[in-house]
C-alpha cells in the first residue's frame, strides 16, 4: 500500500516522525513510548528479534494499520510512502495494472476522476477545485504522467542489471496471478525501481526468496534509490544490511520501543549477544544464590528442631533458647528477604515472552492420512485441532502476533523429525 499525502508537499520538507507511539494488540503492549525519524536520503535497517512488530511498525508508517484516534497526532509523515513486502498477494491485474495500482497512481487517479464529475455538477464549487489541485499536484510528484516512459526505463535498468541482458522475462500484459515463483520476485524488484519517485520506501524482507543474481540486482536499486529517497529496510540478510546502512533501529521486545545505534546490523547482533550473555551470567548467579540461601534456611529450621525442651527450673538453659529463637527468627527474616531480592533480580532479567509449545499427533488410517495439532488452553494460540490430508489446501489467517508463523515453524520442525508419510 502507498500511503499519499496531498498535502502542499513544496511547502514541507519530507519527514516521518513517531513520537512516544503506544500501540496494543489483543490487550498487550507491543509499543510503548516508541519514537523514531527518517528523513530523505536515510537509510535504516530495522532489527529486533521475531514478533517484536518490525512488520507492525512499516504498517502504521505506511497507513495500513490505523492507530488509535488517540495516538494519531504521535505519527507524523509528511510526503509519499510506498510499503512492500515480500508478497505478491493475489491479483486479477496485469501486470503493468498491478504495477500502476502499487504506486498509488490508480487510486489519485479515480479520486481525480470523481472530483471532475463532482465539478460537472458543481462547477462553482472552489473547495473540490481546491481538492483536485492537490491530487493534480501528488500524482505528478509521484511523476505518474510519465508513468509509461518510466515502466520502460526500469525495464531496460533491471535488464542492464544483470547478466543475460533479459532479467525481466515477463509480458506486462500478463495476469500477475500466472507468473512464476521466480517471476514474482522480479515484479517486486521492479515495483522497487519505480518508487524512486516516493520520498519514503519501506522494504519489509522483500529480499526473501530472491536468488544470488536477484540479491544482486536488489542492492544495485538500492544503492541507486537511497540517493534521493528515505528507506527503512527490515532484512535477515547481514551482508545486505551492512553494505547499504550504518544506522540500526533495533526494535526491543521487552521495554517495547526502539534503540539508535550508529552501527552496522552485524554490531549491534553482536552488542545484543554480548547482553544476552551476561543476562544469563547473573541469572546463573542469582540460581546459585538462591540455592544457597534455601540451604541455609533448611539448616536453620534444622537446628531449631534439635534444640532440646529446657527444664523449667533450668534458668539459663530458658534463657539461652529464648536469645536461639529470637536470633533465628531474624536470621529467617534475612534469608526471607534475600530470597524475594533474589527472585525480583530474576524476574526482571527474563525475557518478556513466552515460549508456547504445540504438540502433534500424525495419524494414517486406509482411508485418510491426516496431521492433527492441538495447543494448551489459554496458551498463544488457545485451544486449537484440525487435520490435514494430502489434498488439502488450508489458509492459516489471523492477526498480527497471533502465531501464524509460530505454529508453521513449529509443524515444519516435526514434520522434518518424521518421514513425511503424504509424499
Known amino acids: 500500500m502507498t500511503r499519499i499525502e496531498t498535502q502542499e508537499i513544496n511547502m ?10 503506544n500501540y496494543e494488540i489483543n490487550g498487550q503492549s507491543l509499543f510503548d513510548n516508541l519514537s523514531l525519524s527518517l528523513s530523505q536520503k536515510e537509510i535504516k535497517i530495522l532489527a529486533g528479534p521475531n514478533g517484536a512488530g518490525k512488520s507492525v511498525l512499516l504498517k502504521i508508517i505506511s497507513g495500513n ?35 500502476y495500482t502499487k504506486l498509488g497512481l490508480r487510486e489519485i487517479e479515480e479520486q481525480m476522476h470523481k472530483l471532475t464529475e463532482e465539478m460537472k455538477k458543481y462547477p462553482n464549487n472552489h473547495n473540490l477545485l481546491e481538492q483536485y489541485g492537490l491530487l493534480s499536484e501528488t500524482f505528478n510528484n509521484l511523476d505518474g504522467y510519465n508513468f509509461e516512459s518510466n515502466l520502460q526505463k526500469a525495464i531496460k535498468l533491471l535488464n542492464k542489471y544483470s547478466a543475460d541482458n533479459c532479467y525481466i522475462d515477463f509480458d506486462l500484459n500478463q495476469n500477475v496471478n500466472t507468473l512464476s515463483g521466480g517471476q514474482k520476485q522480479k515484479l517486486k524488484l521492479l515495483l522497487l525501481t519505480l518508487s524512486f519517485n516516493h520520498d519514503f520506501v519501506l522494504m519489509d524482507e522483500i529480499d526473501t526468496q530472491l536468488d544470488e543474481q536477484g540479491i544482486e540486482v536488489l542492492m ?30 533495533y526494535l526491543d521486545p521487552e521495554k517495547h520501543t526502539t534503540q539508535e545505534y550508529n552501527l552496522t546490523l552485524s554490531e549491534v547482533i553482536l552488542i545484543k549477544e554480548k547482553e544476552e550473555q551476561e543476562r544469563e551470567a547473573q541469572l546463573a548467579n542469582l540460581a546459585r544464590q538462591h540455592k544457597e540461601i534455601k540451604r541455609e534456611l533448611s539448616q536453620l529450621h534444622q537446628t531449631s528442631r534439635k534444640h532440646q525442651k529446657p527444664r523449667d527450673n533450668d534458668k539459663l538453659a530458658r534463657n539461652f533458647k529464648q536469645y536461639q529463637e529470637e536470633h533465628n527468627a531474624r536470621t529467617r527474616r534475612h ?36 496431521l492433527v495439532f492441538s495447543v494448551p488452553e489459554d496458551e498463544l494460540l488457545s485451544t486449537a485441532s484440525g487435520y490435514m490430508a494430502p489434498q488439502d489446501k488450508i489458509l492459516l489467517e489471523g492477526k498480527n502476533g497471533a502465531g501464524k508463523t509460530y505454529f508453521l515453524n513449529k509443524l515444519f520442525d516435526e514434520l522434518i523429525k518424521k518421514t513425511p508419510f503424504w509424499m
Not at 529496510?233 to 551492512?242: E, F, L, M, S
Open 12 to 21: 514541507m520538507i519530507p519527514r516521518i516522525t513517531i513520537q512516544n507511539l
Open 65 to 99: 494499520i490505523q492507530v488509535p484516534e488517540s495516538e494519531k497526532n504521535k505519527v507524523q509523515i509528511s510526503g509519499n510512502v510506498i510499503y512492500l513486502n515480500q508478497e505478491i498477494g493475489f491479483s486479477d491485474y496485469s501486470v503493468h495494472d498491478w504495477l
Open 335 to 370: 534469608l526471607q528477604k534475600a530470597l524475594e531480592k533474589i527472585s525480583k533480580q530474576k524476574e526482571g532479567l527474563k525475557p518478556d515472552k513466552k515460549i508456547y509449545e504445540i504438540a502433534f499427533k500424525f495419524e494414517q488410517t486406509p482411508m485418510r492420512k491426516k
Open 220 to 249: 544495485k536499486i538500492i544503492n541507486n534509490i537511497k540517493k534521493k529517497v528515505g528507506t527503512i529496510v527490515v532484512t535477515h540478510n547481514r551482508d545486505i544490511a551492512d553494505q547499504i546502512s550504518n544506522t540500526t533501529l
